[in-house]
């Protein structure tokens, strides 16, 4: 390593051996493999004998497609595995929302799949379904990825079709992102494997090239439909065939014979796709262990205690974080002396130039103007770290760096001397540069991430590229505790209005209901089911993720002119 780079190289103090630690890395071990059974459940998708059925039919379920697509011996970076999870148990569960999502390789090349699983309902549109498809096209559409269809559905799941079919985020914004993402020159395949019917017959045909297999179906409506609303008999291969649509329609460009054959071509077609510019984010080669962190990334799970009772008390230096997941431990630190319960910084992740914000969990000892000494709390972000905050987005947004953002908040700091000090000012400032930011930004959810420093932190609804949680973390308006303790009271004064005394017991009943609630709607799987969240992530692939989720941001080479609006001051 060269002496530039050492001068800037994070140190590490993480005691492997300090039973807190110890402690922490066991029951995130133990929370790792609950998790791990859960996903294998849900990647079974509607079960084995629906597996068996779609076998039967002489197709391959989506993930063995997916297997024959993708490059050998590489993987899936599967997105929204936990969409609907916990959902529509009234009709038997929508595992993984019937469809996957997930940037693959095909022919060395970083590609969109979304693949129709049959085995779920055979492979009906949900809400969250289309919800799940929207999302990856927004993803594909933002860093312009070449995407990849796999069609293998029904339609509309009939009993919920008023929440699948009308409003701007369901069924028809898919169709509506096939005709935007062609106009904006990102190739977009489809192979016809299996039905297509109904309002999604028109998503194959709204993309570039189609294929379709031998005894699938591609029609507006099926026979029995047809001859229910026009009294015509037709069979299904003569209405909507693979043949027919090859040699008289003339709306498919390719007939396969079977899923091998038809996975075989996309292989081929997607091999001879040309290449436009890239982004203008600084990126340098890199060798994966010559520039590979300095400290073991499975030291990461001693960090975060996850159990939600204890959450809280969770206390660690984000500085340990960001030296298991930067090339070569390197940190170039902003302002490190100001506003230290936010970190900020450059660094590089896989050769990629980023700039990251990250809240710090330890406690703080400052020093104010006047030589007044006081703590802040670690996770909490005061006036001097979010002004120093919106100054390094500024900064990064005018230097071209893309942003990684790294939480575990608890919110802005509150109180007669925050409110003196500006800390909505300052706040308003650092969530106006994130809202205007035109810089990919990337978003990890590390431990919690809560109220309006979700915001600050670039959350959901401020446009990361990416969003992605660690099995620790927590994700809502305000810890369960604190929401227990404040709607307790609130509960108890109406009950007192009606004339009810309320008992320590059931003041105690009330806390725990309450607060058993906001735990459960905390959990990162809860988020994840409602695509809050694009995929829940094991802390020693963070690095992994962040690099693939960069290349992917990289493929768009257009950013918008920075303005930043009116910055309070």
């Known amino acids: 390593m060269s002496e530039a780079a050492s001068k800037n190289t994070l140190p590490t103090k993480l005691d492997g051996t300090a039973p807190r630690v110890r402690n922490n890395h066991q029951a995130l071990l133990t929370l790792l493999a609950a998790m791990r059974e859960e996903q294998a459940t849900i990647r079974l998708g509607g079960g084995a004998k629906a597996i068996d059925a779609q076998h039967a039919k002489k197709r391959l379920t989506a993930r063995e497609r997916l297997e024959l697509l993708l490059d050998p011996g590489t993987s899936l970076l599967e997105l929204g595995l936990y969409a609907a999870h916990g959902m529509y148990e009234e009709w038997g569960g929508a595992p993984a929302a019937g469809v996957v999502t997930g940037l693959g390789r095909v022919c060395g090349r970083l590609v969109m799949v979304v693949a129709n699983d049959a085995t779920v309902k055979a492979g009906a549109f949900f809400p ?8 990856a096209q927004t993803i594909a559409l933002d860093n312009r990825i070449p995407t990849l269809y796999l069609v293998d559905s029904s339609g509309v799941f009939l009993p919920l079709q008023e929440d699948v079919f009308p409003d701007q985020d369901d069924f028809g914004r898919v169709f509506r992102n ?30 570039d090239t189609v294929l379709m297999t031998e005894g699938s179906g591609l029609f507006l409506a099926g026979p029995a439909l047809v001859q229910a609303a026009i009294g015509q008999k037709v069979g ?87 030296a298991r997941i930067v090339d070569q431990s390197a940190f170039d630190e902003y302002r490190p002396d100001y506003g230290r319960t936010l970190v900020c910084g450059y ?22 103007p006047g030589g007044e000494r006081r703590t802040e709390f670690g996770g909490v972000i005061y006036t001097e770290s979010a002004e120093k905050a919106a100054r ?53 959810i590390l431990g919690g991430s809560f109220g309006a ?117």
């Open 128 to 135: 969250l379904t289309a919800k799940k498809v929207i999302r």
């Open 178 to 207: 096939n005709a935007v993402m062609s106009a904006r020159n990102i190739p977009q395949i489809t192979a016809i494997m299996g039905m297509c019917v109904a309002g999604g017959a028109y998503l194959p045909v709204m993309t």
């Open 236 to 322: 299904a291969e003569e209405l909507g065939g693979a043949t027919m649509h090859a040699e008289i329609s003339g709306t498919v460009d390719f007939k396969e014979s079977d899923d091998h054959a038809c996975l075989a071509r996309v292989r081929s077609l997607v091999g001879k796709l040309g290449h436009r510019n890239r982004a203008p984010f600084d990126a340098i080669p890199f060798d994966p262990e010559k520039d590979a962190p300095l400290y073991p990334a499975d030291e990461l799970y001693g960090l975060i205690d996850p159990d939600p009772v204890r959450a809280a008390t969770n206390t660690y230096d984000v500085h340990e974080v960001i």
């Open 347 to 368: 660094a590089r992740i896989g050769g990629y130039a980023v700039g990251i914000v990250a809240n710090q969990k330890q406690h703080q000892n400052m020093v104010m």
């Open 392 to 444: 390094f987005i500024l900064d990064c947004n005018q230097s071209l760096i893309p942003l990684v953002f790294l939480h575990d908040v608890n919110g802005f700091m509150v109180g007669r001397d925050a409110e003196q000090n500006g800390i909505i000012r300052a706040g308003a400032k650092m969530v106006t540069a994130v809202s205007n930011s035109v810089v990919p930004k990337i978003s990890v």
């Open 453 to 569: 420093g979700h915001y600050a932190m670039c959350g959901k609804a401020y446009d990361p590229r990416f969003i992605f949680a660690w099995p620790t973390a927590r994700y809502a308006v305000m810890s369960g505790a604190s929401a227990a303790n404040t709607l307790v009271e609130v509960r108890v004064k109406q009950l007192e209005r009606k004339g009810h005394a309320i008992t320590e017991e059931e003041r105690k009943q009330i806390f725990d209901e309450i607060k058993n609630t906001y735990d459960a709607q905390a959990d990162p799987r809860y988020g994840a089911a409602r695509l809050w969240i694009d995929a829940i992530i094991d802390p020693t692939e963070t690095r992994t993720v962040l690099i693939s989720a960069l290349e992917a941001v990289s493929l768009n080479p257009d950013v918008e002119k920075f303005n930043p609006g009116v910055i309070q001051t």
